[in-house]
């Protein structure tokens, strides 16, 4: 009995020093666009949502273990969404619950053919789908505005895109977090390990990879809903870009895939090469993430 309610002290003292950490570097963040200005308040905004990405794209690509490249479909699915409705004299909050609400239908409907594929199969497909989801915006012009794009009413209040997006990621690393500890998150590990051997202990896969990917597309959304509410412009060639599905892979494959730490630390390296290249040689950009997967690629080959 003493050592057990060692134990739950322990616990406790634990979880209270993670809550008023959490809580510090909160006030902190929200304090500081106000004490460096708009380029600090957009540069955190711009992490806060590469965090947001990599730990949901973690959800399918580290957890459960799939190359998947169509994360970008429910970051620019979000974006119009939101878009859409704010155009429609909405307020922000219920134009990202629209964009909430339609990505959890979405990636149910998805999940059921494209997780009958495997490999690189299936990686094809969640690509495909993403420059599906470009396309049907470009022709959709009457109602999208096509490839010149839709411009959005001005954001009279930075500070609430960059509050919801730190709630956001606060909320997301708090799930991932639980997720990898929790029954569901044990199942994703086994179907990543084998999924044969996961079927014969009787776990259901196609439920738990359909959980997976609501998991990781419904954040996703989100992120696409508070990135077009920030900059009040949204063109396909963006929301649906080949960059918000690669982003979020490298930054979920560079350190350890499966964990929180992992993608969030990828995230934060990713984001300051990103911006000490924008600041310096813009044009080498894209050229990151070929050589960061070049660099994966070799490491992985080593590893096997």
């Not at 490999?119 to 690509?127: I, K």
Request: aromatic share 8%; charged share 10%; glycine share 10%.
């Amino acid at each position: 009995m003493l050592l057990k309610s060692k134990d739950k002290l322990t616990k406790l003292k634990r979880l209270g020093l993670v809550f008023i950490a959490v809580s510090g570097l909160t006030i902190l963040l929200l304090l500081v666009p106000s004490l460096w200005g708009d380029y600090a308040r957009i540069l955190l905004f711009t992490i806060l949502l590469y965090v947001t990405m990599a730990l949901s794209y973690d959800v399918v690509g580290g957890l459960l273990g799939y190359l998947y490249l169509g994360h970008g479909l429910f970051f620019g699915l979000g974006a119009y969404t939101t878009a859409l409705a704010l155009n429609q004299s909405q307020p922000l909050l219920l134009a990202l619950l629209l964009a909430a609400c339609l990505a959890l239908p979405a990636a149910a409907l998805l999940s059921l053919p494209l997780f009958r594929l495997h490999g690189a199969v299936f990686a094809l497909a969640t690509l495909g789908l993403l420059l599906l989801g470009g396309q049907l915006t470009n022709n959709l012009s009457w109602w999208t505005g096509g490839a010149a794009g839709l411009s959005l009413p001005p954001n009279h209040d930075p500070m609430l895109t960059y509050s919801l997006s730190l709630i956001l990621s606060l909320i997301v690393v708090g799930v991932h977090w639980l997720l990898c500890g929790s029954r569901l998150g044990l199942k994703l590990s086994s179907i990543r390990e084998s999924e044969e051997m996961a079927e014969s202990v009787g776990i259901n896969c196609g439920q738990v990879k359909r959980l997976a990917l609501i998991f990781s597309a419904v954040p996703a959304a989100l992120a696409g809903g508070l990135h077009a509410r920030e900059i009040s412009f949204v063109i396909p060639a963006e929301a649906f870009g080949l960059e918000n599905s690669l982003a979020p892979l490298l930054m979920c494959l560079l350190l350890k895939p499966g964990t929180t730490w992992g993608p969030l630390l990828g995230a934060l390296i990713l984001s300051a090469a990103q911006e000490f290249i924008w600041t310096t040689v813009p044009s080498f950009r894209l050229s990151l993430y070929g050589i960061l997967l070049i660099f994966i690629g070799i490491q992985r080959a080593r590893q096997s």
